[in-house]
């Protein structure tokens, strides 16, 4: 995703499922979101605008803009929400490494879904994602991605999953009415390059805070299975508001 890093930051709880019906508009989305990440140190800010069709149920187009201390990456994507617990997207992203020593681009095409269901206070959520990465312009038989922290080769596949539990700690009117949630729980993240080898499991604490149209996560945790990282700690935190 050019907006938020696939299955890989803390997502935030998403617009009330209990919504009686669809409504059907047509309208201009605006999305800004930023980011830091440690271990690797990874600072990132990105934003962009969809058209949009539908409420609850929606299907959208749209363009964005992310920049990194790695890279800079225009982008396009499409995405449907067909059912209140799913959503799908489509995106393309050109990463071009300015000012990093390797150099080069990447051209990252992104399959993937999210899904979330409430069982009372407990959300289950899940997401996979399938990037085919073409590399080009680097020196050497790998290709660093830094959002991910692994290296592929040109042409290679990276499978990224995320597994959480949450649980609502407090609640204050409905989140898709201006109010706000707060959930923390538990998280198994995974993911796995099939040319290069490489793969890795995290698993980690997180916590998601909805306050309206803005929203904030943070993941703590550790790196159980890395061939660079083994048993070293890292965290992310995330900040997004949607126009």
């Not at 187009?61 to 990194?68: D, E, F, V």
């Not at 592929?152 to 609502?168: C, E, H, Q, Y």
């Not at 499991?201 to 550790?222: E, F, N, P, Y």
Request: glycine letters at 10%; hydrophobic letters at 40%; a neutral charge.
């Amino acid at each position: 995703s050019l907006l938020v890093s696939t299955t890989a930051l803390a997502d935030v709880p998403s617009s009330n499922p209990d919504a009686s019906s669809s409504i059907k508009t047509n309208r201009v989305v605006a999305r800004a979101e930023s980011s830091v990440q440690l271990n690797p140190s990874v600072v990132r800010i990105g934003g962009g605008a969809s058209y949009r069709h539908g409420d609850r149920h929606y299907v959208e187009a749209g363009a964005g803009l992310a920049a990194s201390n790695y890279y800079v990456a225009p982008g396009v994507h499409a995405e449907v929400k067909p059912l209140d617990s799913l959503t799908l997207r489509l995106d393309y992203a050109l990463l071009a490494y300015a000012g990093h020593d390797e150099g080069g681009a990447t051209h990252k095409v992104s399959l993937g879904d999210r899904f979330e269901h409430r069982f009372g206070p407990v959300v289950l959520r899940s997401g996979v994602n399938a990037s085919y990465l073409h590399s080009s312009g680097q020196s050497g038989p790998t290709y660093y991605l830094p959002d991910q922290d692994t290296r592929v080769k040109s042409n290679d596949v990276l499978i990224t999953s995320r597994f959480g539990v949450m649980f609502a700690v407090w609640e204050n009117g409905k989140v898709s009415d201006g109010a706000a949630q707060l959930l923390v729980g538990p998280s198994l993240q995974s993911q796995w390059a099939l040319r290069s080898g490489l793969s890795r499991q995290r698993v980690a604490a997180s916590t998601a805070l909805a306050i309206g149209k803005a929203s904030a996560g943070l993941d703590v945790g550790v790196n159980a299975s890395d061939a660079t990282r083994q048993g070293e700690a890292f965290g992310q935190l995330v900040f997004g508001m949607e126009f």
